[in-house]
């Protein structure tokens, strides 16, 4: 038998079939909860800050903190209000011009991301995700049928397809623009604050059963109740990005299937031209074939699967200092329509 030489390199390990190394994996998950970690930071961070704001202007303390514009990302409804006034007239929301912007950044994230701001910036998702988690660590997660699975999937269209006959189909502008210089909309963000502080309990209830659910089926609100969600597949159709599978390389494992956080099923499609689709890129991580799954642009080219979230990160950025550097971040509300108005917001109703 023939010895080794000492001076011969040592073989190295064959990777059978294109298959990937152990090392190859585990690392864009991981990337994505921490993006979603940190804006969920700043999303805390900005509602301390709005807290010490509202106590200020009710009188509750004398520090002044500036109010943060970032806050008015919670009000979608105004948002959506504000982009049909501002296609008609061409005249930027004034009261909440930093929901507007960041309403136009998630939209142009589906656009060109997919669903991405679900994916990688929305703390409801961020929550869900951890609620998933846990329901995960112990055995609680289940996916649901598909004879059931399909038919919730309709129930978040069918809340967006009420919310845009009201407001895009019924409201014309000069129903908007009163809507927009309402008490109800210049303290909405205040209704928003105590909605958190001193929830009801039927609110409890509700929080507490979608976490139970969302527990079992995982990001459960995000699948089949969130409108702003199903607004967001919607345009996510039209984009340039999909996950693409070469089904001569495809192995039948159904990992992608099984780390994917929205339950696609990946494995029967050669284009994963789904509407839930966030753009985590866990499946082209996850898959253990080399170019079996990746991101791909109407061009066919496979996008760098970590110039994804840094695209992301970018677009949202892009908007919130072209919106600041522009004039439309900060409200024109004066301080002294804030004082005079919190004290009384719990009192004020929808016009």
């Known amino acids: ?23 190859d994996f585990a690392t864009i998950s991981r990337l994505r909860r921490t993006v ?47 982009l049909k006034r501002f ?7 004034e009261v909440h011009p930093a929901g507007l912007a960041i309403f136009l950044s998630a939209l142009a994230l589906a656009l060109l991301l997919r669903k991405s701001f679900c994916g990688w910036i929305c703390p409801v998702g961020f929550a869900s995700n951890i609620a998933g988690r846990l329901g995960r660590a112990w055995h609680f997660d289940r996916q649901l049928p598909e ?23 019924e409201m014309d502008v000069p129903r908007i623009e009163a809507f927009v210089y309402s008490r109800y909309n210049q303290v909405v963000d205040a209704k928003m604050l105590l909605f958190f502080l001193h929830p009801s309990l039927w609110t409890l209830r509700v929080l507490s ?20 969600g199903a607004l967001l597949g919607l345009g996510a159709l039209l984009g340039p990005v999909q996950v693409r599978r070469d089904a001569s390389l495809c192995l039948h494992c159904k990992e992608c299937e099984r780390v994917c956080p929205v339950s696609i099923r990946i494995s029967r499609h050669r284009i994963a031209r789904h509407p839930e689709c966030i753009g985590c890129a866990e499946c082209v991580e996850a898959c253990p074939r080399s170019a079996c799954l990746s991101l791909k642009g109407f061009t066919g080219k ?50």
């Open 209 to 228: 059963v979608l976490f139970l659910l969302s527990l079992v089926v995982r990001n459960f609100w995000c699948r089949y109740l969130c409108p702003y």
């Open 36 to 82: 979603q970690a940190a804006f969920a930071l700043l999303c805390l961070l900005s509602g301390y800050r709005f807290w010490q704001f509202y106590r200020w202007a009710i009188g509750q303390s004398n520090a002044y903190v500036a109010r943060p514009p970032s806050v008015e990302g919670f009000l979608p409804i105004s948002a959506l209000l504000g």
């Open 87 to 93: 296609v008609i007239t061409g005249r930027w929301d």
């Open 147 to 169: 004879w059931l699975d399909y038919p919730l999937l309709g129930a978040k269209y069918l809340i967006l397809v009420f919310f845009c006959y009201v407001i895009l189909w």
């Open 1 to 23: 038998m023939r010895q080794a030489n000492a001076c011969e390199p040592l073989a190295q390990p064959v990777v059978s079939q294109g298959r990937k190394s152990v090392r």
């Open 302 to 351: 496979s996008l760098p699967l970590y110039a994804f979230p840094i695209a992301v990160v970018g677009v949202f950025c892009l908007f919130w200092i072209v919106a600041l550097s522009t004039g439309h971040w900060h409200t024109v509300v004066p301080l002294e329509v804030f004082r005079r108005l919190y004290p009384e917001a719990s009192l004020v109703a929808h016009p």
